[in-house]
């Protein structure tokens, strides 16, 4: 029986991903390193720990990606941050969740002050029991980290009572190396083919989608 969701934000609940990626395209080639969109793209979804690695050396990542992760983020507040919207009906589906007797966390790869600002435009508190961000684990997704401090955030509840709602194959895996199913979004970029071929049970548009689609979904027929 499932007791309790936890949630990813960025591209999950709130359309962000494509402005992730600009920002890091401005990060890198203000650091002398030109990337395709499209190679930035497939990344998204690591938390920068997880993200830098695959587009910088190792004496580059020792030489300024400390400094570079830091330039990304501060330009992303400024300037892209202000431009996130939330996706329909999210409000609304944590409600339903809730009415259902449903715990709910939120767990996520971008730093605590981001998703302090997501949780705002999204309108949600007093909605869920608890959440994790990067700056609460050592490794971010697709390592398990930040859904293993989710469930240990939510006591009584095991990883068989819990799924996982992600956008991005990083989620799926993530969620998977910590015991838990999960529900794909397609809103954040990643097509259904893909979410599916890395373990996701079901796959939907967006929060409004399975809300309309609740009650035949697995929240539904746990």
């Given at each position: 029986?499932?007791?309790?969701?936890?949630?990813?934000?960025?591209?999950?609940?709130?359309?962000?991903n494509e402005l992730h990626v600009q920002s890091w395209e401005r990060a890198f080639r203000h650091f002398g390193n030109r990337f395709s969109l499209e190679a930035l793209r497939r990344q998204i979804g690591k938390g920068s720990d997880q993200y830098l690695p695959e587009f910088l050396s190792e004496e580059?990542?020792?030489?300024?990606?400390?400094?570079?992760?830091?330039?990304?983020?501060?330009?992303?507040?400024?300037?892209?941050?202000?431009?996130?919207?939330?996706?329909?009906?999210?409000?609304?589906?944590?409600?339903?969740?809730?009415?259902?007797?449903?715990?709910?966390?939120?767990?996520?790869?971008?730093?605590?002050?981001?998703?302090?600002?997501?949780?705002?435009?999204?309108?949600?508190?007093?909605?869920?029991?608890?959440?994790?961000?990067?700056?609460?684990?050592?490794?971010?997704?697709?390592?398990?980290?930040?859904?293993?401090?989710?469930?240990?955030?939510?006591?009584?509840?095991?990883?068989?009572?819990?799924?996982?709602?992600?956008?991005?194959?990083?989620?799926?895996?993530?969620?998977?190396?910590?015991?838990?199913?999960?529900?794909?979004?397609?809103?954040?970029?990643?097509?259904?083919?893909?979410?599916?071929?890395?373990?996701?049970?079901?796959?939907?548009?967006?929060?409004?989608?399975?809300?309309?689609?609740?009650?035949?979904?697995?929240?539904?027929?746990?």
């Open positions: 029986m499932v007791k309790a969701l936890i949630f990813d934000l960025d591209g999950t609940l709130v359309d962000s580059e990542m020792k030489k300024f990606g400390r400094e570079l992760d830091e330039y990304r983020s501060e330009l992303f507040t400024a300037e892209y941050l202000p431009r996130v919207k939330p996706f329909p009906k999210v409000r609304e589906l944590f409600e339903r969740i809730r009415s259902d007797g449903k715990k709910i966390a939120l767990a996520t790869s971008s730093k605590s002050s981001e998703s302090k600002t997501y949780r705002k435009l999204l309108g949600i508190d007093g909605l869920y029991d608890a959440e994790t961000s990067a700056d609460d684990v050592k490794k971010s997704k697709p390592c398990p980290d930040v859904f293993i401090a989710a469930l240990k955030r939510l006591p009584g509840i095991s990883n068989l009572e819990a799924l996982a709602i992600g956008d991005t194959r990083f989620d799926v895996e993530a969620a998977r190396s910590a015991g838990l199913s999960t529900i794909g979004f397609v809103c954040g970029g990643t097509d259904d083919q893909t979410l599916r071929a890395a373990g996701a049970i079901e796959v939907y548009r967006d929060p409004a989608d399975l809300l309309a689609r609740y009650d035949q979904s697995s929240l539904a027929k746990s």
